[in-house]
């Protein structure tokens, strides 16, 4: 960097974080937007919410001890930080037309058509944010996308807060990063990687550096974790990126100091890459990978360190002791260090303090985004006063110590069971043989027609729940309103004739919740809600001790729900991955352990929802591909223990019961090997909005057990049409043999509403008559 290139020269913040969750304390975004879209709020509202809340979170991680410039960033989002650095760069598909306003920018009910669709369009794709449950939106650019500044939003947002008294730190993803999750357009040619776009890209972050040069702005945060990940794109390619990026950025004739984070993982051979550049401060995630060599700190040189040595993706309170080391160790090898978050704090709730029903110990044991704040303020003040922070180090490890020995953390019994594991305990019969046990069992059509589980979860069935939790409706009258709303899922389904049916799940209030509320070992939040994409949220679980089941927890439901219908009726489980990977899971033991507990409880469920006449179960692990690893070399021996648990959670089940799971947004070619692995007898997988790309992965792989690519997208409230599905139904039928496939959503039906579900659940049942007819035509 040169003198005349940067705006000042204000020192990193000593104590920062890499973000913050952006929905509000008590979700006032989510409520927010969803007004918007409603026609309930205009824009100027929905605006002025907003502000509200990003304002809030300056103030409050000002008073939480983030009081140096910049050392608050600026995070927010709408409804996704990938959408907005799309957004921001013009990257707006042409099959959406011109969604550009007449000043050529992308206003937000632009911005909301991407995110969510049109009557004409589906919304971009989908998927997993590197090893979270967030989901970010997959930009699609071509030869012909139009790069330029198409949004000033993330200026705006800085001159708001700083003329509210607080300077932040604007954020957006680097370029390097956004080219490599995006996918080739429509228009593209074979073979196009949007990396190649990247000179074209280059201006137009330029462009939004100098106008938050001139806004005042002393750093911006560029998030570069893609560098983290073992990509396709060969290595050397993308270091030549990285450098060729941010020798562009770094050169613009006014810029703001450049802070390049990479959160998620180690940075290995592409730290030696940034080192190189002219940015002015680097953060690498030292909580997950580890301290790099003394030679390979050395080429900083003058660059400010940003260690993230607070855990950001998980909740356990810090072990500052262990911190400290690191911290020493690194002080040995840089010139300038800072501390923050090894990711965003977006990942974990607000603030434990309000979570008043947990324990006093469990509470003692936890650190949410507050708390983690207070963290890295603690652990800065090593680099200056260590003495003065060594009373809360002694702290934190007399919690850590005391969490070990508590009571219910590791339990005899279970851990015998697990000790006892056989591999017959792992496996079923072939599935030819339990292929014609099912045909015998069950009788079902050509291209038999399901649904995932869950029903839309109406304001009635919330209100009863709460009124139940309140204790103004008894258990009885809570149980009989759930029952009057299972028969009328059964009756639906019945009515649009259904082969397959499901019971709704009326009374889960959430498909991971519900079984931590039904299990030992775990714990629930009330105000821990996590964004889990756009303006849905999740409140994962605390999975704090060793997991047991005392009883079962499914079984009354879907036996009652099966004496209501002729058809067969699935039991819905949650699986053992999926438990963990939408919990906060303890760290003091290898999660395959943990799997194991789980999948022996679901063991139990399984062996009696058999015994009630449950013939079809589908235990759901949507997740399994949001765990695994990021380094290859690190994949394996996790795609061994999930895999593994999912078995020994179903492979109790008689060769008569069909096994289904199901998979959503997860790249199944990346994991298709796994998929297979879990010889489960169905899969249903997401399909719609990446318009069947999945079928190509079952036909090479020679995928051959029953298969339901989703031909409804339930995340948009778009109604497909019957055409629309019958066309996505024959594109299946053509790579995979009808006599294995499935037609089901995409997904779960409980964010949707009645009326849509209706309509597109309508259609599905018309388009695979329509299928089924030219499957018996052509076998004339």
């Given at each position: ?526 105000h821990g809600w996590v964004q889990s994409y756009g303006s849905r949220c999740t409140r994962p679980s605390i999975l704090w001790g060793d997991v047991t089941r005392s009883a079962p927890i499914t079984v009354k439901w879907a036996e009652y729900a099966q004496s209501l219908t002729n058809k067969p009726m ?211």
């Amino acid at each position: 960097m040169t003198e005349q290139t940067s705006v000042q020269s204000t020192p990193f913040p000593s104590a920062s974080i890499l973000g913050y969750p952006r929905i509000g304390r008590r979700r006032e975004l989510k409520k927010a937007v969803e007004a918007y879209w409603a026609g309930k709020i205009d824009a100027a509202a929905l605006d002025t919410a907003a502000k509200e809340i990003q304002l809030g979170t300056a103030k409050r991680l000002q008073g939480l001890g983030l009081t140096e410039a910049a050392a608050v960033p600026g995070t927010f989002s709408f409804y996704d930080q990938v959408l907005d650095a799309a957004a921001h760069v013009g990257a707006v598909p042409a099959r959406f037309g011109n969604l550009l306003n007449a000043e050529g920018q992308l206003d937000i009910d632009g911005y909301f058509t991407l995110a969510r669709g049109n009557k004409e369009q589906q919304p971009l794709e989908m998927t997993k944010w590197f090893d979270t449950n967030y989901h970010y939106l997959v930009p699609e650019i071509g030869p012909e996308t139009n790069f330029a500044l198409t949004s000033n939003r993330i200026v705006e947002e800085f001159e708001y807060a700083l003329a509210n008294g607080v300077e932040t730190r604007p954020y957006i993803v680097g370029p390097v990063t956004v080219l490599l999750l995006s996918k080739a357009s429509d228009d593209a040619p074979a073979g196009f990687s949007p990396l190649s776009r990247l000179e074209d890209v280059l201006p137009v972050y330029t462009a939004l550096l100098e106008k938050l040069a001139a806004a005042g702005a002393s750093w911006v945060q560029l998030d570069e974790p893609a560098l983290v990940v073992d990509q396709d794109t060969p290595e050397q390619e993308i270091q030549a990126a990285v450098a060729r990026a941010y020798e562009v950025l770094t050169a613009a004739a006014t810029r703001p100091q450049l802070f390049v984070s990479t959160p998620y993982g180690a940075l290995n051979g592409q730290l030696g890459t940034l080192a190189a550049t002219n940015i002015d401060a680097l953060h690498i995630d030292v909580f997950k990978g580890e301290v790099p060599s003394a030679a390979a700190l050395a080429a900083l040189g003058a660059k400010t360190l940003v260690a993230g040595v607070v855990d950001g993706h998980n909740i356990w309170r810090n072990d500052l002791q262990a911190s400290a080391k690191k911290i020493a160790e690194l002080q040995k090898s840089v010139a300038k260090l800072a501390i923050s978050t090894s990711t965003s704090t977006q990942h974990v709730p607000h603030d434990v303090e309000e979570e008043v029903q947990l324990s006093e110990q469990l509470r003692s044991w936890l650190a949410f985004a507050d708390q983690k704040a207070v963290e890295v303020v603690t652990l800065a003040g090593l680099l200056t006063d260590a003495a003065a922070v060594q009373p809360a180090v002694d702290e934190a490890t007399r919690v850590i110590a005391s969490r070990a020995a508590a009571e219910g953390v590791k339990r005899a019994d279970v851990r015998a069971r697990t000790a006892a594991l056989t591999p017959a305990d792992f496996n079923r019969s072939e599935y030819a043989v339990r292929e014609a046990a099912q045909e015998e069992a069950l009788h079902l059509p050509p291209l038999p027609t399901t649904t995932i589980g869950s029903f839309p979860q109406t304001s009635e069935i919330r209100s009863a729940r709460a009124r139940n939790n309140k204790g103004d409706l008894t258990d009885e009258q809570y149980e009989q309103l759930m029952k009057d709303e299972i028969k009328r899922v059964v009756d639906l389904q019945e009515e649009l004739g259904y082969d397959v049916l499901v019971h709704g799940e009326p009374e889960r209030n959430d498909m991971v919740q519900y079984f931590a509320e039904n299990l030992e070992g775990f714990d629930v939040t009330v105000h821990g809600w996590v964004q889990s994409y756009g303006s849905r949220c999740t409140r994962p679980s605390i999975l704090w001790g060793d997991v047991t089941r005392s009883a079962p927890i499914t079984v009354k439901w879907a036996e009652y729900a099966q004496s209501l219908t002729n058809k067969p009726m699935k039991g819905m489980l949650t699986g053992p991955v999926t438990i963990l990977a939408w919990s906060f899971v303890r760290d003091d033991q290898p999660l395959g352990e943990t799997a194991n507990q789980v999948g022996l409880a679901l063991r139990d469920e399984i062996a009696d929802l058999e015994a009630a006449g449950i013939k079809i179960i589908q235990v759901d692990e949507p997740a399994l591909r949001e765990l695994l690893p990021l380094r290859k070399a690190d994949q394996s021996a996790y795609l061994d223990w999930s895999v593994n648990s999912f078995r020994l959670a179903t492979a109790g089940a008689a060769d008569a019961t069909q096994i289904h799971t199901h998979l959503c947004y997860s790249e199944f070619g990346v994991i298709i090997d796994a998929i297979d692995g879990l010889d489960a007898d169905v899969t249903s997988i997401e399909a719609a909005r990446s318009r069947m790309e999945v079928v190509h992965d079952l036909e090479s792989h020679g995928f051959g057990r029953g298969v339901g690519p989703g031909v409804y997208d339930i995340h948009s409230p778009r109604v497909p049409g019957e055409q629309e599905v019958t066309e996505l139904l024959s594109t299946a039928v053509k790579h995979v043999p009808s006599r294995q496939l499935w037609v089901n959503p995409d997904c779960g039906l409980k964010t949707r509403g009645y009326a849509e579900t209706e309509a597109s659940l309508r259609n599905l049942v018309t388009a695979t008559k329509t299928v089924r007819a030219e499957l018996l035509e052509a076998a004339k």
